[in-house]
DNA sequence: GCATAAAATGGAATTGTTCCAGTTAACGAA
DNA sequence: TTCGTTAACTGGAACAATTCCATTTTATGC
């Protein structure tokens, strides 16, 4: 049975079928998980889809993740310390403030817009095509806890 | 027998008394080795250590570059898909430049010096303490060559 | 409806790193 | 200089995140 059969069409799919790229199932579960839930991990992510579909494989949402990466869906973004995370918001080139107790991670707007949105001070011969920007600190939950990490 | 049996005081040595630990062989390797290889990840430090002295575990390597890092002695940098590299140059608050296609890592100086040497345009509540900067790009070496990852 | 290649599955394997319980050794005190 | 304390090291197992691989399923074009 061919994934489309009758349901109503939604976004994700849409965008998928916008990528010319086969529209499964599972890549529809993934693309939107990644929009309900902006920057989370693939646990979360892999939660989030068998929470929708039922039995999909550890693989098949790593293979996803991927695959939206590649086709510029998602963007995939890897902060020390963390498992990578995903975001829903691509097409920009935004930054990251990343909380050193909890892990939560908020978008930053990039002043320039455009990537690389920094000129290295000399690129020692370097073609540099992108700036990434995290910005570490401490959330507002976790300004007033102790800086320890979160268990 | 206790470590210092003798040899002449070398400059890891002098670092390690003045942050007020214990100076084991395995101590002073390391930053030796981390000194001679600047960047370099931990499986090149063992291998380095091992040549110097000999049997050590690779446990006390981790321990002793975690160590060193909290008392600032190196700084611990992890890029996106790549195992952390550890960094000799520490006390300024400079940013780097990775090729996507061999993994080189070079510094890149801070222009404004002091940390976070960035504003987010909006920090939404966070206290940000540091803006870490990584540019992506490919190392002149690997500029001639295609962009596959290095084998 | 059928063929085909792309995608998903299940399970094992890898990589980088950490945990743990027991042993060794650095160093301050006697 | 010896001794006791405790930090540091060892060996080995465990772990988390991710990837590899062979097999099966399924979306899509004809
Ligand atoms: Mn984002
Ligand atoms: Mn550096
Ligand atoms: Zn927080
Ligand atoms: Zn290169």
């Known amino acids: 049975m061919p994934y489309h059969s009758g349901m109503t069409t939604s976004a994700a799919e849409r965008d998928l079928r916008g990528a010319a790229v086969r529209v499964t199932k599972q890549r529809v579960a993934v693309l939107d998980a990644v929009r ?3 920057h989370a991990d693939a646990d979360t992510i892999i939660a989030d889809v068998r929470g929708e579909l039922g039995r999909v494989s550890t693989q098949a949402v790593y293979d ?3 695959a939206l990466d590649e ?3 998602v ?3 890897a902060p020390a310390g963390s498992p990578a995370r995903y975001d829903p918001r ?3 080139n935004h930054h990251h403030l990343v ?3 909890c892990g939560r991670m ?3 707007d990039c002043a320039t817009g455009a990537a690389p949105c920094l000129e290295p001070v000399a690129a020692q ?3 540099v095509t992108e700036a990434e920007v995290i910005f570490w600190g401490y959330c507002p939950d976790c300004q007033s806890k102790g800086p320890a990490p979160a268990g």
Chains 1, 2 share one sequence.
């Open 90 to 92: 691509v097409g920009d």
């Open 36 to 38: 309900r839930h902006p």
């Open 99 to 101: 909380c050193r107790r």
């Open 71 to 73: 086709m510029g869906l």
């Open 106 to 108: 908020v978008d930053v």
């Open 75 to 77: 963007r995939r973004v």
């Open 64 to 66: 996803v993740l991927h």
């Open 125 to 127: 011969g370097f073609s």
